[in-house]
């Protein structure tokens, strides 16, 4: 009993607590980033006078300014010509529907991707 008291304190407490806290960062991680998603749709939904997100496809997200804001794609059951560009800003929770805008050609053009 009193050799595995040793093993205990010095290797598995702290083996099982760096096991637990790595798997709340990156299950929190996994989880913010699922509710992104429902972000931008409920953005997009408010900004074409749709009833709910979950008629909003989202095509091609992809995460720029070191994950401040996210660029990709998007289609309304109604749009007739098919997907349409945005920038959404995670901080200000802000949606960029001209792509002639400064916000949209500073963080989603092809120069800024590259």
Do not use: W
């Amino acid at each position: 009993m009193r050799k595995n008291r040793p093993f205990i304190l010095l290797v598995a407490i702290p083996l099982t607590a760096i096991v637990i806290l790595g798997g709340l960062i990156f299950g929190s991680q996994a989880m913010s980033d699922q509710n992104q998603e429902g972000d931008i749709q409920r953005a997009l939904a408010t900004a074409t006078a749709l009833e709910t997100p979950d008629d909003v496809e989202l095509q091609y997200l992809q995460s720029v300014n070191y994950g401040y804001g996210v660029c990709g794609l998007y289609k309304t059951p109604s749009a007739e010509k098919g997907f349409a560009p945005f920038f959404y800003d995670t901080t200000n929770h802000d949606l960029v529907l001209d792509i002639n805008s400064r916000r949209y050609k500073s963080n989603c053009s092809l120069g800024s991707l590259c």
